[in-house]
């Protein structure tokens, strides 16, 4: 079936560190990706979004781009902050369902 | 705007025991939905109400699951008896309409806990 499949964490960095966190996905039908960050003690917020091939999400400095030759769309930051310490899930949609379906979630953890 | 809220934010109990948790989606969302995610893996889709209708239940994964959305406002769902592997967070989400278009907002999600 559809799955996504996202490194696993945590990931700690400095800050002002490059961030990149995988995410791969299966290649069935035409799925609008997604990127979700929850914060702690709070519920997930969409971060951006892509919805065919070659498109670019971006939101808050954070970019990813959905590559349909790689089925990928790795999360992307220049100069992560502490504030940007957070759970990291990718998520895409099925064919036809508007249902999203996650990955296991990151955990990144930023260090002054 | 309040968010989507969710009760208790935690709540720890025995095998056998039932549980009610409760969601308060945004006002005026006709659409909300349960998620669960066990420990470290992925977060699941349980159901999807329209109003007070089940449009999805595919998720759900036995009938010790019971949700209902009386007066197409809040929500519950109650897990009757509770087993050790019903242990996860479980989160709320309420959406103005159904389709990719429509952003789901989410609650801070209620963690449960069997022993």
């Known amino acids: 079936g559809d799955s996504v499949t996202q490194m696993e964490g945590p990931v700690t960095l400095s800050e002002e560190a490059f961030l990149t966190i995988n995410c791969t996905y299966t290649?069935?039908?035409?799925?609008?990706l997604f990127w979700y960050v929850q914060y702690p003690g709070e519920g997930l917020q969409l971060l951006l979004k892509?919805?065919?091939?070659?498109d670019k999400g971006s939101n808050k400095g954070f970019e990813a781009t959905y590559r349909k030759e790689t089925t990928s769309f790795h999360l992307e930051k220049g100069s992560v902050q502490v504030s940007d310490s957070a759970v990291y899930f990718c998520a895409r949609t099925s064919g036809g369902s508007y249902i999203p379906t996650f990955g296991r979630g990151t955990s990144l953890i930023v260090h002054p | 705007e309040a968010g989507v809220t969710q009760f208790p934010s935690h709540s720890v109990i025995e095998k056998g025991q039932t549980v009610t948790l409760r969601c308060d989606p945004i006002?005026?969302?006709?659409?909300l939905y349960w998620y669960r995610r066990v420990m470290g893996k992925e977060i699941k889709f349980l159901l999807h109400?329209?109003?007070?209708?089940?449009?999805?239940e595919s998720g759900m994964p036995n009938n010790r699951f019971l949700a209902e959305r009386t007066g197409g406002t809040y929500s519950t769902l109650k897990v009757q008896p509770a087993e050790l592997e019903d242990s996860g967070v479980y989160f709320c989400a309420s959406s103005q309409a159904s389709g990719e278009v429509y952003e789901q907002f989410f609650g801070p999600g209620t963690r449960l806990t069997v022993l």
């Open positions: 892509a919805t065919k091939a070659d």
């Open positions: 290649a069935t039908g035409y799925p609008s």
């Open positions: 109400f329209v109003k007070e209708s089940k449009q999805d």
């Open positions: 006002s005026g969302h006709d659409n």
